[in-house]
């Protein structure tokens, strides 16, 4: 009988019962941050994630991540309809398959070429796979390996990635700018659902 009201009680709590599972990425999960904003990770093929930001006021941007870390393609949005002029993709010299997935104390160094309006833009980008640690978000916990990358010819540019390997999928906790470090921006998410 104990064994029963245990297993009950560990299949209530939120770890098992209300967290996403990488079967959500079909629907959508919903990422929500502490300003009320909210990310959605949606599968959109093998390879590639689509995330959708929304501000909570009406703006927001559209990302195609590799691998559900690497953008291949942004644009803003505006009360949910994509804003003209604003599309930027990044192509990587390798294959989607080929793209490598973070491993502990691991590095990726890239070239990365741009197309921004109609400019080609040749670029480096590094990335650094921190150690195995835990992130939660509410009340559920996820492995995570922390990436920072650096996006060299953007004067140093440096993002912080959180990267849940349980759910293929990474969201941004820091931006910032190496010629000023003042301009630090961190984000918070307080709650993370299944669509």
């Known amino acids: ?102 491993v502990a104390g691991g590095s990726w160094d890239t070239e990365v070429i741009t197309l921004d309006q109609g400019e080609v833009l040749n670029g480096a980008e590094s990335y650094r796979f921190g150690a195995h640690t835990q992130a939660t978000i509410g009340g559920c916990s996820y492995e995570m390996l922390k990436i920072t990358a650096v996006y060299h010819d953007d004067d140093g540019y440096t993002e912080t990635l959180n990267y849940l390997p349980e759910l293929g999928i990474s969201y941004l906790v820091e931006s910032r700018e190496a010629s000023d470090p003042l301009e630090t921006y961190t984000y918070t998410y307080v709650r993370i659902e299944a669509e």
């Not at 291949?72 to 390798?94: C, K, M, Q, W």
């Open 1 to 102: 009988m104990r064994a029963l009201f245990f297993l009950t009680t560990l299949l209530a709590s939120p770890t098992w019962a209300d967290c996403p599972s990488q079967a959500d990425l079909r629907h959508g999960i919903r990422l929500t941050d502490t300003d009320g904003g909210s990310e959605v990770f949606q599968r959109h093929d093998q390879y590639f994630v689509r995330v959708t930001y929304d501000d909570g006021d009406g703006f927001g941007a559209q990302y195609l991540l590799l691998k559900g870390i690497y953008v291949v393609e942004v644009f803003d949005l505006e009360n949910g309809d994509s804003v003209p002029g604003t599309r930027i993709t990044h192509a990587y010299p390798l294959k989607p398959a080929l793209a490598p997935l973070p």
